[in-house]
């Protein structure tokens, strides 16, 4: 910023691409601070992730810039801090012991996962201290880092190093609320907010705190924005989040256009853009071989990719490929999870082995051949805060049959209202519902003229990140200076 003092932005999350991703929250924090970067006006924003386990730390050009301990109950935990470069951007890998005891980035053990993420949160704040690196914004991601917003207003409210510090916490899933974790925010010196207007139940609970505690929230959709205050989304918090409404805006998600372009990516067998989608069969084909499918370039492809989890809704998609079993068409599935939710992909492509093949893993390059090789993706959710797959899948030409809320809602438009249409969208979360998308889409899908023109249509969305970027700049700017 030219004239002024660039405003330092603290940006911490539990994961980020390239490092380590395990869901969209990784996608978004690998190029959300980088486009952030790269606008005109750019803050002066450093990333800090934890050194998970699970980074190969030979890929990167890891600097070790310091170490320090974090105070838990009567001992201290010792952080090891490394640095590196990524186009450009600074980002922190923080590490110590209770990183390395944890093989995944999750488990299903909340207090160590809450344990660990707690260490982080407040290593990420006494680094900048370390640095003598004076943050003017602390913008937290989800629940993980939310013990670091809330440390903030209480342990460190009076410290003069974060005297001009503000907060704003992103929440890419609200469900998932840190339930649990109380006893690890404790053991770090974080007190429950009693008294709070927070209910009874989530006054020991990282994300309720973070929502306490920030001075501003947002979601990663307008139309989840608007959901979270409803009860069937608001996972209980929704009459307190109602308090927060003036402080809280819905900003969509970009996707990084460089990292998906079927036109580069080096996963797909054949490389395509929107004037040479004649090239794209090539990709169905190898993808059918690959997933033990008949090779046949007419019959339709759905796909789905997703955590195997109850808000992605994949037996929604199950029963409905039931439902629509007497019709020509293939299924691909990728995803890892609930083990009872793979078992149930798992039988379905038992039943019908000509049909469907169930791919129970995570593979990233799977996922990109599935993208460009499928006709259409399946995205059932119960919710979807904003949601990536469908935009990928956009980019790729595999047209979406999604369920209409939230961010899904928000970036397709239903083939029946408009010529400006890009997939097929569904109402209830049902598998009758679902049934009745696809079917509507298998019959179009004959029509290549009406087929392909979707799909071109797809293919240009703008879901870059420009215009975000610059509404998180704003929300930054509106930030400084404010009465904390
Ligand atoms: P969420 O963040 O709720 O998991 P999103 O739609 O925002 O959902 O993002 C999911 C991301 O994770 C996409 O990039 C998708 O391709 C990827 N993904 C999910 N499951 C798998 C898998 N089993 N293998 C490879 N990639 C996966």
Not at 185 to 195: E, I, Q, S, V
Not at 430 to 453: E, G, I, N, Y
């Amino acid at each position: 910023m030219t004239g002024k003092e660039q405003i330092k932005v603290i940006f911490i999350a539990s994961e980020a691409a390239p490092f380590i991703k395990v869901g969209g929250l990784g996608d978004v924090a690998g190029s959300l601070p980088f486009a952030i970067a790269q606008l005109p006006e750019a803050p002066d924003i450093r990333m800090a992730i934890p050194l998970h386990t699970g980074i190969d730390q030979s890929e990167f050009d890891l600097k070790p810039v310091t170490s320090f301990k974090v105070k838990r109950k009567n001992r201290t935990v010792l952080a090891e801090v490394f640095q590196t470069e990524v186009d450009g951007l600074t980002v922190y890998l923080i590490g110590g012991a209770p990183f390395a005891k944890a093989e995944l980035v999750y488990t299903s053990d909340t207090l160590a996962d809450g344990d660990k993420f707690t260490f982080f949160s407040l290593a990420a704040l006494e680094l900048c201290k370390q640095l003598d690196w004076q943050p003017d914004i602390l913008h937290a991601q989800d629940w993980h880092t939310s013990p670091a917003v809330y440390a903030l207003k209480t342990t460190l409210k009076d410290d003069p190093f974060f005297a001009n510090t503000a907060s704003l916490l992103t929440v890419h899933n609200l469900p998932y609320l840190g339930n649990g974790a109380g006893p690890a925010l404790k053991a770090y010196g974080l007190p429950p907010a009693a008294n709070s207007s927070l209910p009874d139940w989530a006054q020991d609970i990282p994300l309720p705190l973070g929502l306490l505690a920030a001075n501003k929230i947002n979601t990663v959709s307008s139309g989840y924005a608007n959901e979270m205050l409803t009860p069937e989304f608001g996972a209980g918090m929704e009459d307190f989040l109602k308090t927060r409404k003036k402080d809280m805006i819905g900003i969509v998600n970009g996707l990084d256009e460089s990292a998906w372009d079927p036109s580069t990516d080096s996963a797909i067998a054949a490389n395509f853009s929107s004037d040479t989608l004649q090239e794209r069969q090539k990709n169905k084909l190898a993808l059918q071989q690959e997933v033990g499918l008949g090779q046949d370039p007419e019959i339709p492809l759905l796909a789905f990719i997703g955590r195997m989890d109850y808000q992605k809704g994949i037996e929604i998609a199950i029963g409905a490929l039931r439902l629509i079993a007497n019709l020509p068409w293939q299924a691909v599935i990728l995803g890892t999870g609930d083990p009872a939710i793979e078992a149930q992909a798992e039988k379905l492509a038992a039943e019908f082995p000509d049909k469907v093949s169930a791919v129970i893993r995570y593979d990233g390059a799977l996922a990109r051949r599935i993208y460009a090789g499928s006709d259409m993706m399946m995205i059932p959710s119960r919710y979807e805060p904003c949601g990536l797959i469908q935009m990928i899948a956009m980019r790729y030409a595999s047209v979406p049959a999604a369920r209409a809320t939230g961010g899904l809602r928000d970036t397709i438009t239903d083939f029946n209202k408009s010529d400006q249409s890009t997939g097929f969208l569904f109402q209830k979360a049902s598998s009758t519902a679902m049934a009745r998308a696809l079917r509507r889409a298998l019959k179009v899908f004959p029509d290549k003229r009406r087929w392909t023109a979707l799909q071109k249509r797809g293919m240009k969305q703008d879901f870059s990140w420009k215009n975000s970027a610059v509404k998180y700049l704003d929300i930054y700017a509106s930030l400084l200076n404010t009465n904390k």
